[in-house]
């Protein structure tokens, strides 16, 4: 068992930077590939980011060259840092562990946090 905490949310204009972090506990952090997802109102939940166990990451096109994903196994951490934020990254986003190599659907992960709202106005 997993449970996964996120923090960081908030309200920043349009251009502004956040970074959420994503606090882990439980089964050891180094065997899980980590994820960011976020759900806006109305909309299914969509993939962000992604972190393998031993440090490769993917993005999303929608986010790629603004986020940058990144973990600190020391700390059983996962980091997502934001910048140049558009309104229509609006929504909340979502922190999820796998215990498998595949991580751009929300059905390839077996644990998620509870979300943080980040909202960025125009």
């Known amino acids: 068992q997993v449970q996964l905490v996120e923090s960081g949310g908030g309200l920043v204009q349009a251009g502004g930077s956040l970074r959420l972090s994503c606090a882990a506990s439980?089964?050891?952090?180094?065997?899980?590939?980590m994820g960011w997802f976020r759900q806006a109102p109305g909309k299914e939940r969509e993939f962000v980011a992604a972190i393998s166990w031993n440090g490769g990451s993917t993005y999303a096109d929608s986010v790629k060259g603004r986020f940058t994903i990144s973990r600190d196994n020391a700390l059983s951490k996962v980091n997502l840092q934001m910048n140049s934020l558009k309104p229509e990254d609006t929504a909340v986003y979502y922190c999820a562990a796998t215990r498998g190599i595949r991580m751009l659907l929300a059905v390839h992960y077996d644990y998620w946090g509870q979300g943080t709202q980040v909202t960025v106005s125009s």
């Open positions: 439980g089964r050891p952090f180094t065997t899980y590939g």
